[in-house]
């Protein structure tokens, strides 16, 4: 069964860094999706992906963040300069398209940012 | 601001006890999501609904649009079962593909 995948599963950083999340969607996909969820917290929205730009993003979703389809098959988040409480798990998500709702999450990449 | 509230907040049950998981959100939805969290962390969609009943395997999932309120049961429970089960809608209307999630279900299944 097709399954979005996501590396790496576990990143440690340090404050002021930059990080590059990879994920793979499933490949007849068309709308990507990262989601955060700081431990013990909600998970929450953070952008949305469609046509080779960003279709929706959330208040969490600063100048810090960028994502990214540099080619036919991934899709990158980006944190260009990492703080403390940017440490959470990171899911990207894709799915078919608008009317069929249904998305499929990535394992998640933990980043731990000291 | 549009909420999705669950509860209970944690459950403990005896293996093959019968579970239910409740969802309420406060305005029109166009789908609603049953999610699995394993302690690693991962999520595993389980079922995705607008309207009706679903089942799959030991798992059956309700929705009533016009109470605005779902449900997730879980039949003969067991051990395996143990995980976090989250709620998450996306609201009807306007261009939003995004998701909203609850707070999620801490399931405990003993043996």
């Known amino acids: 069964e097709p399954e979005v995948t996501q590396t790496p599963s576990h990143q440690v950083t340090q404050m002021g860094q930059e990080v590059i999340l990879r994920c793979v969607p499933i490949?007849?996909?068309?709308?990507f999706y990262w989601y955060r969820q700081i431990l013990g917290q909600k998970v929450e929205f953070l952008v949305s992906f469609y046509n080779n730009e960003i279709s929706e993003k959330s208040e969490i979703f600063d100048d810090q963040f960028s994502v990214e389809r540099p080619d036919g098959s991934n899709f990158t988040l980006k944190i260009r300069s990492t703080k403390l409480e940017d440490s959470a798990m990171y899911f990207c998500?894709?799915?078919?398209?608008?009317?069929?709702?249904?998305?499929?999450f990535g394992p998640g990449t933990r980043l731990t940012v000291t | 601001k549009n909420e999705v509230e669950q509860s209970p907040q944690n459950l403990t049950a005896q293996e093959g006890e019968f579970i239910t998981i409740n969802c309420s959100y406060s305005?029109?939805?166009?789908?609603l999501h049953w999610l699995q969290q394993h302690p690693g962390g991962g999520i595993v969609s389980l079922f995705m609904?607008?309207?009706g009943k679903k089942k799959h395997g030991r798992l059956i999932a309700t929705i009533n649009i016009q109470e605005k309120h779902s449900s997730l049961h879980i039949t003969a429970s067991h051990p395996r079962d143990s995980a976090v089960y989250i709620c998450a809608v996306r609201w009807e209307g306007g261009s939003a593909r995004q998701l909203t999630f609850g707070s999620g279900t801490q399931l405990t299944v003993l043996p």
């Open positions: 609904l607008s309207s």
């Open positions: 490949s007849n996909h068309l709308y």
């Open positions: 305005v029109g939805i166009s789908a």
């Open positions: 998500a894709s799915s078919e398209g608008i009317s069929t709702a249904e998305q499929y």
